[in-house]
């Protein structure tokens, strides 16, 4: 089981180190990163593995996101089934 | 990145349609069959009514909640329906059917649902014991509770429009409107008259559970006005039949996400998967009207000429888009054109661009009927009563659902507003003929059904 985690917005210092600090409080593993930033927007897409968390998936998605209010980013934590859904026949 | 990676664009796309374009589940609803709790003695019909609902729909909200957080996907409203309300009454000829009101208004309560459908009476052909009583108890149980949803199938196809059952209904509008008064004249919002009515539609206030369905299920509503208007903004210059390709494209997309999410949940709850209604409803929100749509196709103003044959194209590119992700479609499916729901159909209603006779011709062309209009308060009850009769006409002729959800507007006139509030938004009073129908309603008996309709 995957998930993904995107970040959106304003570029700053240590944005990829404090996501995947979170990520590593739960114990999700970060198998692959992608980012960017165009014109001082940053973005982040991040492919995490869950299936050994060890805590509850929503529990790290309220974290993630509480961490992107806090740092003024859009931070969006979802199952891969959705894209898998929604972009593959 | 290999193949098993997802591709940025595919991921920001997701993001963008649920952040920036509305794109959420409208509704999870979950049908639940009430046949076995008919009684005689209705106070025991009743709490078996409250019991059964309760069990069945007791982690109904809180699987939607899981949901929601697991795949970061809005699930905006978690509702029940139930078998037509009448069948229960029938068992309790002497008893006021408003108790039935009450039980189902306690049950939604207790699960948190905001609305449950099916105080509802289907009486296309005739009325059976329990109906005629159910009906006249509408405004009353609409008065009284504030989560209860209220339908009645007056016309069909196969059996033409039952006009003592349009008339009865015009007057039943507007009391109900009268006895609400005090409140935005609310009660009408939650009741819809029907002409074909789908027995597995999830979304309120005309959601009942057919007869035909199993005991249990669960049936999604998707949305995404705004996914589709914002698509369609990005290509000003493409002909009608490639705008319909990138419609039925992104339509794929948003239903696909709602069978996803519909299975989940059926999974979750340990309930039968029913249907996917792939529909376009529009909220108040600012990017999530479908009036906007229209207008993105190249239309000044939402009501203008042009208006009926745009939104013929966007209807059936929905469903041509919708049917290939789903191996379940049912309910409604295709577009929502309710006005106070709409913050394009409200605006173009204001501005006096879109009358009720242009609201009554896009009805020809898409998936339901004149809806959540506010029209004034003084109105004739056999002008109702023939708004209505209209409208069953044009759904009995075309082999499809129509309805009529209008709101007289009492102590109002033509330009003032309703205002609903949350999803149903505000409704301004739109001008209706105030030449008579009152003799035709009056007559009576039924309209037969039509020649193509003896197909067998």
Sequence with gaps: MRAVITVIGNDNVGILHKVSGVCAKYQANVIEVTQSVLQEMFAMIMMVDISKMNADFASMSDELTALGTELGLSIHTMHEDIFNAMHRI | MNNSMFNATDILETIRMIQDECLDIRTTTMGISLVDCIDPNIDKACDKIYDKITHKAEKLVETGEKI????????????????????????????????FAKALQRAAETCGVNFVGGYSALVHKGFSAGDEALIRSIPEALDITTRLCSSV????????????????????????AKLTADRQCVGPSKLVVFCNAPEDNPFMAGAFHGVGESDCVINVGVSGPGVVRSTISKYPDLSLDQLADIIKKTAFKITRMGQMVGAKASKMLGVEFGIVDLSLAPTPAVGDSVAHILEAMGLETCGTHGTTAALAMLNDAVKKGGVMASSNVGGLSGAFIPVSEDAGMIDAAVDGTLTLSKLEAMTAVCSVGLDMIAIPG???????????????????????????????????????????????????????CRKSSARFIERGGRIPAPMHSIKN
Excluded: H, Q, W
Excluded at chain 2, 76 to 92: D, E, G, Y
């Design chain 2, 68 to 99: 929601e957080k697991e795949y970061g996907i809005p699930i905006i409203n978690k509702r029940i329906a139930v078998t037509p309300i009448a069948m229960l009454a029938a068992a309790c000829p002497n008893d006021n059917p408003v108790k």
């Design chain 2, 153 to 176: 199938n007056v016309g069909s196809t196969r059996s033409g429009i039952n006009m003592d059952a349009v008339k009865m209904m015009g007057e039943v509008i507007l009391e109900s």
């Design chain 2, 378 to 432: 003084d109105v004739e009850a056999t002008t109702i009563s023939a708004i209505i009769a209209d409208e069953m006409a044009i759904g009995m002729v075309n082999n499809k659902t129509t309805a009529v959800r209008v709101i007289p507007a009492i102590g109002m006139k033509e330009g003032d507003m309703l205002e609903f509030g949350g999803l149903f938004g505000s409704a301004p009073v739109m001008p209706v």
